[in-house]
């Protein structure tokens, strides 16, 4: 399988201080696990990491280069980011084997404006981003797209209705709702026999007290 080269540096476990110090001289605390391997504590440059963190490599597979060493196989299987600014924080790298299967979380892309919003008056709703899916490490879809221009109302899509590519298999729940367009109209009659039904409980109320 064809790697790209990261250059990453071992480091000694410390405190938040550290990590902290290590962010302010642009490196990202990282480790590197996976079968077979002791874990291993590593810092990368964040402008390196960014570069196989772009749109559309996400699960580019890397040679880790651990204090000029290469020869571990990896991707990058989770990334920590700042809830506040954004920024990485942390990331882990898994080992990978070219026979193994990973299990990784894949966004989900939709694109195009559905039938069912534009001429039938729905309303859509996006419930899941991101899908977990299991493949080798060569299959791994960057990220899974799916055009909803021809779906119209009164639908809702799962995680196992996609057509996942050859070798990819589903890990999340297969009822997973990917997203669903629904209905104005039935909204409309539910509000409507909510408030017609108020009327006629608040005359039921002074007959009970009564009794």
């Known amino acids: ?10 480091r000694v476990l410390g405190a938040n201080r550290a990590n902290a110090r290590l962010r302010k001289a642009g490196q990202i605390p990282a480790v590197y696990y996976g079968k077979g391997i002791e874990a291993q ?13 772009a749109p559309g490599k996400r699960y580019t597979l890397l040679d880790l280069e651990i ?6 196989p990896a991707l990058v299987y989770s990334v920590q980011k700042d809830a506040i600014t954004q920024k990485i924080t942390h990331v882990d790298f898994i ?20 039938i069912g919003v534009k001429t039938q ?20 879809p960057a990220v899974l797209e ?5 779906f119209e109302t009164n639908v809702t899509f799962y995680a196992k209705d996609f057509k996942l590519p050859e070798g990819v298999t589903l890990a999340s729940g297969p009822r997973t709702v990917i997203f669903s ?21 608040a005359a039921a109320a002074p007959a009970a007290e009564a009794k």
């Open 1 to 10: 399988m064809e790697l790209t080269t990261l250059k990453v540096t071992s």
């Open 41 to 53: 504590n590593l810092s990368v440059s964040e402008i390196d990491l960014r570069k196989v963190l």
């Open 67 to 72: 204090d000029g060493k290469a020869g571990n």
């Open 95 to 114: 080992k990978i084997a070219e026979d193994d299967f990973v299990k990784v979380r894949v966004p989900v892309k939709l694109s195009g404006l559905p």
């Open 121 to 140: 008056g729905g309303v859509f709703a996006q419930e899941a981003r991101y899908l977990m899916l299991a493949a080798k490490p060569a299959c791994i």
């Open 146 to 150: 799916l055009d909803i221009s021809n």
């Open 181 to 201: 367009i629904s209905s104005k109209s039935k909204k409309k009659d539910t509000a409507a026999d909510a408030a017609a039904a108020a009327p006629a409980a």
